[in-house]
């Protein structure tokens, strides 16, 4: 390899890692606005907020160790260990939530609080568009859907709503706001992300100065209900 092609890689290599990191970051805001909006959080964040009613500690805590529990699961199944995008997903995510949660008021209005929530929304369509378009791989619970996927056999998209009802139904048996912020997210998240994804990926692609989509997500095909944390 040339001195020529280790610095194209290496350029390469920062911007997709620098463009992973920026999308989980973005996510995080999102995710910190529809929890302050108070209108229902999604079922991942219902679930680490009924752990913080229970049990103390923060909104983002619960959500790492969430990911390390998930992480360890999933590493047994598969007999592999988690890739490092997982890792990073797991405390990016958790580290810029408690933030912004710290920075974020949570507004008196009910249409504020509509606002919030509608834009939190939008805003974690973006993160999940952004974050997935470098094709780092997946976060914590989305690689643990994937490997019950394969262990199961059965589609994608029933393993997810499966996670998702148990996890919901944990959340609310432990105090866990759901409310239709919860059903806004769950029926809409998909449809937003649809748009955000390829936007995203394809000004990714243009950055880099490719032609093609990269549609690569831990060598699996990449869908718009691949997103982690948040559905």
């Known amino acids: 390899?040339?001195?020529?092609?280790?610095?194209?890689?290496?350029?390469?290599?920062?911007?997709?890692?620098?463009?992973?990191?920026?999308?989980?970051?973005?996510?995080?805001?999102?995710?910190?606005?529809?929890?302050?909006?108070?209108?229902?959080?999604?079922?991942?964040?219902?679930?680490?907020?009924?752990?913080?009613?229970?049990?103390?500690?923060?909104v983002g805590t619960w959500s790492i160790l969430m990911g390390a529990i998930i992480l360890g699961i999933t590493a047994l199944l598969m007999k592999s260990f988690p890739q490092l995008g997982a890792f990073l997903n797991m405390v990016i995510v958790g580290v810029f939530i408690d933030l912004f949660l710290w920075i974020l008021p949570s507004p008196d209005s009910i249409m504020l609080k509509f606002i919030m929530l509608l834009v939190g929304i939008v805003i974690i369509g973006y993160g999940i568009g952004i974050y997935i378009a470098p094709g780092c791989g997946a976060g914590p619970r989305d690689s643990?859907?994937?490997?019950?996927?394969?262990?199961?056999?059965?589609?994608?998209?029933?393993?997810?709503?499966?996670?998702?009802?148990?996890v919901l139904a944990a959340g609310w048996f432990m105090g866990g706001t759901v409310f239709i912020g919860t059903l806004l997210f769950c029926f809409g998240i998909g449809?937003?992300?649809?748009?955000?994804?390829?936007?995203?990926?394809?000004?990714?692609?243009?950055?880099?100065k490719r032609g093609k989509t990269n549609e690569n997500f831990n060598e699996g095909s990449l869908r718009p209900y691949h997103h982690d944390g948040v559905s």
């Open 1 to 58: 390899m040339g001195r020529g092609e280790y610095e194209r890689n290496k350029r390469v290599d920062l911007i997709r890692w620098g463009t992973f990191t920026i999308g989980l970051m973005v996510m995080s805001l999102g995710i910190a606005l529809m929890i302050r909006a108070e209108l229902g959080g999604a079922p991942w964040d219902v679930l680490h907020i009924g752990l913080t009613i229970q049990f103390g500690l923060t």
């Open 144 to 166: 643990l859907m994937l490997a019950l996927q394969i262990k199961t056999g059965w589609k994608v998209q029933y393993v997810r709503v499966l996670m998702e009802i148990v």
């Open 191 to 208: 449809s937003v992300v649809g748009v955000t994804l390829p936007q995203c990926q394809r000004y990714f692609d243009s950055i880099l």
